[in-house]
């Protein structure tokens, strides 16, 4: 067994291999993301066996059903992590758009050409798919990356790492290009290698994802709690409300795009809210909810809700119930206590609907559907590392678009500023493309 290298040996690896990453062919990266997704179906029953331990363990220790949920790698979980790499390999490359052309004076040309950002830190939770997924999108930008998961997915997390490191280097990826933490220890390492890594993803809480910003110097791009709402306006549609509404809270409530708070218009409260939450209440979620709509459902076991329940992200089958007065207090009331992630309004009214879109602040705002479509995979993006609910670099699913920068490149026949200051030329700016 090879002897595992420390923290600064990952990080300065990780380093070279993004210089020859950056500049390697097309078909390379893509040849390496087929490759990982066949040496993965062919080692299946390695990889379950790994994932079988952390269960065990996970049960052992008492862990909580949704991270169980998510900690599970199974055929399925599989079949979309494979499916979900070569859906990568033939999305068109990144690296290298062209997205500015312009003539700044005869014979002088810039261009502004996306490039990879160098060396990503992801750090995850329990879910061994995440590694997969996020390296995968790494690989396809160009980008080297340090991946640390949650401890209850160790072995899973190993064994994957493991089988995508022989895979992708077998296939011509330089050696390093990935690398895996384990420890806490390790964490903190990492956060300071500024001089390694390029950016940091944490995803996790609030304060998990202050602590890497107050610790680090690197660039961090936050994806913190989920508190996703649905709005039902006054002019609201009661069966598509209970359809949408079902779908964001329970399709999978162990995700950050779940729903966690259901506003109601006051107007909408007597003929929609009685039918959403007999909708929710046969699907199995238990409702908490102020008094004005606790009054408008006494047929259906509810709790009271307060001020606490209003910043819950329950990640279950719960879901918190305000009626509201107006369009406004409910986007007040989504700024104030919502995480800038993804909010829905279910109306027939546009006019409510496009109000609702310019002035809620969050990275993904909708109409008419579930707050479950914010997703790399469902935006076409070829999965995420993250959702960022910040407004700087990227915002919303991070895909590859969002793990690529740029750089101006100049093209000339030996142009000196001297010319144009003292007036032989002129610019031009002349747009070419």
């Known amino acids: 067994m090879a002897q595992k290298l420390d923290t600064l040996q990952i990080a300065k ?68 992590v494979c499916a979900g790499l070569r859906a990568l390999a033939g999305m068109d490359d ?82 390093g290009w990935a690398g895996l933490l384990t420890t806490r220890e390790e964490v903190g390492a990492m956060l300071a290698m500024d001089e390694y890594i390029d950016l940091i993803i944490p995803r996790g809480s609030n304060s998990f994802v202050r602590y890497i910003m107050d610790n680090s110097r690197i660039p961090v791009l936050g994806h913190s709690d989920g508190v996703c709402h649905v709005y039902l306006d006054a002019k609201c549609d009661a069966q598509m409300a209970a359809r949408v509404t079902v779908d964001a809270k329970t399709q999978y409530p162990a995700a950050c795009n779940s729903a966690e708070t259901l506003l109601v218009h006051k107007d909408a409260a007597h003929h929609a809210l009685p039918i959403v939450a007999a909708a929710l209440h046969v699907a199995g979620v238990k409702i908490k909810a102020d008094a004005r709509a606790q009054a408008l459902i006494p047929g259906i076991p509810c709790e009271a809700a307060g001020e606490v329940d209003w910043k819950a992200e329950y990640l279950d089958h719960v879901i918190a119930i305000r009626v509201v007065d107006s369009l406004e207090e409910a986007i007040a009331h989504i700024n104030r206590y919502g995480s800038h992630h993804t909010d829905c309004i279910i109306t027939d009214d546009e006019q409510a609907a496009e109000r609702f879109a310019a002035l809620v602040d969050s990275a993904g705002v909708y109409h008419n559907c579930s707050t479950r479509f914010a997703d790399g995979f469902r935006y076409g993006f070829g999965a995420e590392v993250g959702i960022s609910t910040g407004k700087i670099h990227a915002r919303g699913p991070m895909g590859l678009e969002g793990l690529c920068s740029y750089k101006y490149i100049l093209r000339g026949h030996g142009d000196i500023v001297a010319d144009f200051a003292g007036k032989k030329r002129s610019f031009t700016h002349k747009k070419l493309g």
């Open 13 to 80: 690896a990780a380093k070279q291999a993004s210089f020859t990453l950056a500049a390697s062919r097309s078909e390379a990266r893509n040849g390496a993301l087929l490759a990982i997704a066949d040496a993965l179906e062919a080692s299946r029953e390695a990889i379950f066996a790994a994932n079988a331990k952390d269960m065990a363990q996970a049960k052992a220790d008492g862990i909580a059903a949704p991270v169980l949920k998510r900690l599970r790698f199974d055929e399925s979980k599989l079949a979309d």
């Open 94 to 175: 990144p690296i290298g758009h062209e997205q500015l052309r312009t003539e700044l004076a005869d014979g002088l040309v810039l261009s502004r050409v996306a490039c990879p950002i160098g060396v990503i830190g992801v750090i995850f939770e329990s879910r061994p798919d995440a590694l997969v997924q996020i390296a995968g999108l790494c690989l396809k930008s160009g980008n080297s990356v340090l991946l640390k998961g949650g401890r209850e997915a160790m072995h899973s997390n190993q064994a994957l790492f493991d089988v995508m490191k022989a895979a992708s280097e077998a296939a011509g990826m330089p050696q």
